[in-house]
Every structure is written in structure tokens, then in C-alpha cells.
């Protein structure tokens, strides 16, 4: 089955790709996007769910700057270079991705 970059990506060296790339960043945006509703309804801005909310926010940038970087030296840039896209939606996928 032909496959875009990203997934194959996300397929190589399993799990942990998919752990690296997929799975901590969505943990960390979806416990970003809970906790801020958590705060937002109960209005509690100084409990401990707000340094948590803050320190994964921290974490989740600093995490995923590190993952723009490396991709867009590893993948990103070598496919454009040498022109070894696998379609237009290849292009798309990684780019919303990064």
C-alpha cells in the first residue's frame, strides 16, 4: 500500500515513532485542553491544576520545537531539495504536521 511520508513515518521503527511524533504531543495538547477548561469553569487560578496546566504547556512547546526542528532537517528539507514528494498531499500532511 502506498503510503505519504508522515505515515510512513509514524509505521517505521514501531512503537516508537509513533509514541515520539503522535502520541506525546496529542497527550500533552489534549492535557492542555482539559485543564483549561477545568480553570476556565471553576475559576480556581491558583490551584494545582493550573501549574499543571503550565508546566505541560512548557514541556509541550519546548517538546514539539524540538520535533519542527528535527523533521524539517531530516525529512522536510532533504524531500524538497532532491524532489522526492509522493504527491501534493504528501506535501500538505507534513506541512500541517510541522
Known amino acids: 500500500m502506498n503510503m505519504t511520508h508522515y505515515m510512513g513515518l509514524l509505521a517505521d521503527n514501531q512503537p516508537w515513532n509513533l509514541i515520539i511524533f503522535m502520541a506525546i504531543p496529542v497527550i500533552c495538547a489534549e492535557t492542555i485542553a482539559v485543564s483549561e477548561l477545568a480553570i476556565l469553569f471553576t475559576r480556581k487560578l491558583d490551584s494545582t491544576l493550573k501549574k499543571v496546566n503550565k508546566a505541560v504547556s512548557?514541556?509541550?512547546?519546548?517538546?514539539?520545537?524540538?520535533?519542527?526542528?528535527?523533521?524539517?532537517k531530516t525529512a522536510y528539507i532533504p524531500l524538497s531539495v532532491n524532489g522526492d514528494w509522493k504527491g501534493w498531499i504528501d506535501v500538505v500532511a507534513v506541512t500541517f504536521y510541522l
Not at 512548557?58 to 524539517?72: A, C, E, H, P
Open 58 to 72: 512548557i514541556f509541550g512547546g519546548i517538546y514539539f520545537t524540538g520535533i519542527f526542528f528535527y523533521l524539517l
